[in-house]
């Protein structure tokens, strides 16, 4: 059935996501690049008229108008007729219909935890599968396939751009691979060649899930251009950076792995293997927590719950009044704000974006903010603002369909003036 869908998307030729081993001509590529650019110009500034983007563009009106006619045919856009009466013709607006295509979010976290959302071009969920837990490498790219193809008969009239994964760890890009999972204790994983195998045809772009999440921040909560810290406290403890607009990553790599950034020397093992890493003084801190008090000490809450989950309970706690849990909570918030004054005295950054449950309980963030401001040099220039992530425990899931859009729009300046060149300086499209 799903086959079956995924043929009949065919019939979009000329914006549908091809696999990279499809031959077009020059002219094609540049008419595909011509049409990824109007229309993620259209989704970013809606009600631009066709000579707003033959500017914009520095394309012909003609060029323009076969742009904006496939689009239209496409049922991507909509134009419709302006208010305005008076001598002349009146430009015509031009909006994206954000229900005509979506991406596919995947994300494997570090406990396991598999989410699988669609997410259209504005970056609104439209689509969710139940959430699973993996429990083995082995099974991991079959039950990923399964939550894709559990999700596409619910979207027949929707064309879908790609997939993008979200894993944890050291993850290679290029050949969709988990490189190193310390918490998942997982080496070698080869997700995108077996996911491949159970969903073909579709494009697939793969991150860490900490750098998946600071995407979706980027393209739906920050202001363009700023310099963020996206720091991320789930089932384990990473960090990226994003500088002047452009998250910082390599091919290979994971995010700002702070959560194995040493505080303590002789502090307990991490799963890493070495002794006082931020991210195995605080679950020393919980663990400890949960030995000595009695008040949430309930099945929910053994030491083999997830960690996220004893998050959840611990702030349910602590807003509930008992001191105990809440000087927890500000202890996590003390530990945290060590690693992130650490990297901010580095690098200087506009904000601190925290994704975290604990974020749920005010001191949290109130705690990182006073480090912040106490101990940062940025204190001396523009102290960064701390602020929660915008979509919360959503974040890596829509910031893996953010990898599919962000392939798929292939706004790249670069690409585009390499095709111009090649087609011997011909820019008009046509
Ligand atoms: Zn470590």
């Known amino acids: 059935m799903a086959k079956n869908m995924l043929s009949a998307r065919t019939n979009m030729p000329s914006l549908r996501a091809r696999p990279q081993h499809a031959r077009r001509s020059g002219n094609q590529i540049l008419r595909d690049v011509n049409l990824r650019r109007a229309l993620k110009l259209i989704v970013d500034h809606p009600g631009l008229s066709r000579a707003d983007i033959s500017r914009l563009?520095?394309?012909?009106?003609?060029?323009?108008?076969?742009?904006?006619?496939?689009?239209?045919?496409?049922?991507?856009?909509?134009?419709?007729?302006?208010?305005?009466?008076?001598?002349?013709?009146?430009?015509?607006?031009?909006?994206?219909?954000?229900?005509?295509?979506?991406?596919?979010?995947?994300?494997?976290?570090?406990?396991?935890?598999?989410?699988?959302?669609?997410?259209?071009?504005?970056?609104?969920?439209?689509?969710?599968?139940?959430?699973?837990?993996?429990?083995?490498?082995?099974?991991?790219?079959?039950?990923?396939?399964?939550?894709?193809?559990?999700?596409?008969?619910?979207?027949?009239?929707?064309?879908?751009?790609?997939?993008?994964?979200?894993?944890?760890?050291?993850?290679?890009?290029?050949?969709?691979?988990?490189?190193?999972?310390?918490?998942?204790?997982?080496?070698?994983?080869?997700?995108?060649?077996?996911?491949?195998?159970?969903?073909?045809?579709?494009?697939?772009?793969?991150?860490?899930?900490?750098?998946?999440?600071?995407?979706?921040?980027?393209?739906?909560?920050?202001?363009?251009?700023?310099?963020?810290?996206?720091?991320?406290?789930?089932?384990?403890?990473?960090?990226?950076?994003?500088?002047?607009?452009?998250?910082?990553?390599?091919?290979?790599?994971?995010?700002?792995e702070v959560g194995h950034m040493v505080l303590d020397p002789s502090g307990p093992q991490c799963g890493c293997g070495r002794f006082g890493c931020l991210e195995a003084l605080i679950e020393d801190e919980l663990a400890r927590y949960l030995r000595h008090s009695r008040t949430p000490c309930t099945n929910r809450d053994s030491e083999s719950t997830p960690i996220c989950d004893r998050y959840t309970r611990l702030v349910e706690v602590a807003n509930a009044g008992d001191e105990a849990a809440l000087q927890v909570v500000r202890n996590i918030a003390e530990l945290s704000s060590q690693a992130i004054v650490n990297v901010i005295n580095m690098i200087h950054v506009d904000e601190i974006v925290v994704e975290s449950q604990l974020a749920a309980c005010g001191a949290f963030l109130e705690t990182i903010s006073q480090a912040v401001s106490a101990r940062s040099l940025s204190r001396w220039t523009s102290c960064p603002v701390v602020r929660p992530s915008t979509l919360g425990g959503m974040s890596a899931t829509v910031g893996a369909a953010y990898l599919a859009w962000d392939a798929f729009w292939g706004v790249d300046e670069g690409l585009g003036r390499a095709l111009y060149a090649m087609l011997g300086g011909n820019e008009s499209g046509e």
């Open 57 to 256: 563009l520095g394309l012909s009106r003609s060029a323009v108008s076969s742009i904006v006619e496939l689009l239209l045919d496409a049922g991507l856009i909509d134009e419709t007729l302006p208010n305005i009466t008076g001598p002349g013709r009146p430009p015509r607006p031009l909006r994206a219909r954000p229900l005509s295509s979506a991406a596919i979010g995947v994300l494997l976290d570090d406990s396991g935890f598999a989410s699988v959302a669609a997410v259209d071009m504005l970056g609104s969920v439209v689509r969710k599968a139940p959430p699973r837990i993996v429990e083995s490498p082995q099974e991991a790219p079959r039950m990923l396939a399964e939550g894709v193809l559990s999700i596409l008969p619910e979207l027949d009239n929707v064309r879908i751009v790609g997939i993008g994964i979200a894993l944890p760890g050291v993850i290679d890009r290029r050949l969709g691979a988990i490189r190193f999972s310390a918490r998942l204790g997982w080496t070698g994983v080869p997700i995108v060649t077996e996911l491949r195998k159970r969903v073909p045809d579709m494009s697939i772009r793969v991150d860490n899930a900490t750098n998946a999440a600071a995407l979706a921040e980027q393209w739906l909560g920050a202001q363009a251009g700023q310099s963020i810290l996206y720091f991320r406290i789930t089932s384990a403890i990473g960090a990226a950076l994003v500088l002047d607009g452009n998250l910082v990553r390599r091919a290979v790599s994971g995010a700002l």
